[in-house]
T-cell receptor
Framework: AQTVTQSQPEMSVQEAETVTLSCTYD???????LFWYKQPPSRQMILVIR????KQQNATENRFSVNFQKAAKSFSLKISDSQLGDAAMYFC?????????????WGAGTKLIIKP | DSGVTQTPKHLITATGQRVTLRCSPR?????VYWYQQSLDQGLQFLIQ???????AKGNILERFSAQQFPDLHSELNLSSLELGDSALYFC????????????FGPGTRLTVT
C-alpha cells in the first residue's frame, strides 16, 4: 500500500526567507501524481502545486516550487520569500495515475509558522 | 472559493444520533469524494462517486453511507454517532474520474457530544 510521510510536524521561518518542507512516499507504481495542499486556519484545503511522476521537470507556481526526486521517492516543497499569509498546515498527497480508485493518500501535515 | 459547497458548516449532535452532510460539486464536475479529517491529522479518504455510481471506497465505517443524486450533489449519512466521529468532513469534486485535480469544499465540522 502507498504511504506518505511528512517528518516535520512543525517548521518556522522568518518572513521573506526561504523554507523547505519535506515529504517522502512509498509506492511500487511508476505513474502517479503528487500534490501539496495548504490548509490555513480557515480549514479550507487549497491546492498549491502538483507534479506528474512522468515529468522530470520540477513544477513551479510563483513562489512555490518542488524538488521531485523519483528514485529517492522524495517530494519537497520550497517556499521562497515567505509571507505571513503562507502560515498554514501543509499536506503532501499522492494519487495513483491509472486506477479505478483515485483517492488521495495524505501525509500527516507540517505546520508552517511565519515569524514577522 | 473553489466552487464546491458544503452544508451545514457546523453540526453539533449527541452520541447515537444520525446526521446528513450535503455537498454540491463545482458546475460540470461529475466526481465527488468524501474525506474525514480528525483533529490535527491528515485526511482519510472515505468514498468516491462518479456520475451517480460508487467508484471507490476507503476507510468508511459501516455506520456511514453516501450517495450521489441525479443533479450530482452528494450526501454523506453518519449514523449511530460516537464521540470519535467528531471531525471535519470534506467534500471534493473533479471533472472526471481520471482527473488529478480535486477541488475541496469548506468542510463540515461535526462535533459529537
Amino acid at each position: 500500500a502507498q504511504t506518505v510521510t511528512q517528518s516535520q510536524p512543525e517548521m518556522s521561518v522568518q518572513e521573506a526567507e526561504t523554507v523547505t518542507l519535506s515529504c517522502t512516499y512509498d509506492t511500487s507504481e511508476s505513474d502517479y501524481y503528487l500534490f501539496w495542499y495548504k490548509q490555513p486556519p480557515s480549514r479550507q484545503m487549497i491546492l498549491v502545486i502538483r507534479q506528474e511522476a512522468y515529468k522530470q521537470q520540477n513544477a513551479t507556481e510563483n513562489r512555490f516550487s518542488v524538488n521531485f526526486q523519483k528514485a529517492a521517492k522524495s517530494f519537497s516543497l520550497k517556499i521562497s520569500d515567505s509571507q505571513l499569509g503562507d502560515a498554514a498546515m501543509y499536506f503532501c498527497a499522492y494519487r495513483r495515475a491509472f486506477d479505478s480508485n483515485y483517492q488521495l493518500i495524505w501525509g500527516a501535515g507540517t505546520k508552517l509558522i511565519i515569524k514577522p | 472559493d473553489s466552487g464546491v459547497t458544503q452544508t451545514p458548516k457546523h453540526l453539533i449532535t449527541a452520541t447515537g444520533q444520525r446526521v446528513t452532510l450535503r455537498c454540491s460539486p463545482r458546475s460540470g464536475d461529475l466526481s465527488v469524494y468524501w474525506y474525514q479529517q480528525s483533529l490535527d491529522q491528515g485526511l482519510q479518504f472515505l468514498i468516491q462517486y462518479y456520475n451517480g455510481e460508487e467508484r471507490a471506497k476507503g476507510n468508511i465505517l459501516e455506520r456511514f453511507s453516501a450517495q450521489q443524486f441525479p443533479d450530482l450533489h452528494s450526501e454523506l449519512n453518519l449514523s449511530s454517532l460516537e464521540l470519535g466521529d467528531s471531525a471535519l468532513y470534506f467534500c471534493a469534486s473533479s471533472t472526471r474520474d481520471v482527473s488529478y485535480e480535486q477541488y475541496f469544499g469548506p468542510g463540515t465540522r461535526l462535533t459529537v457530544t
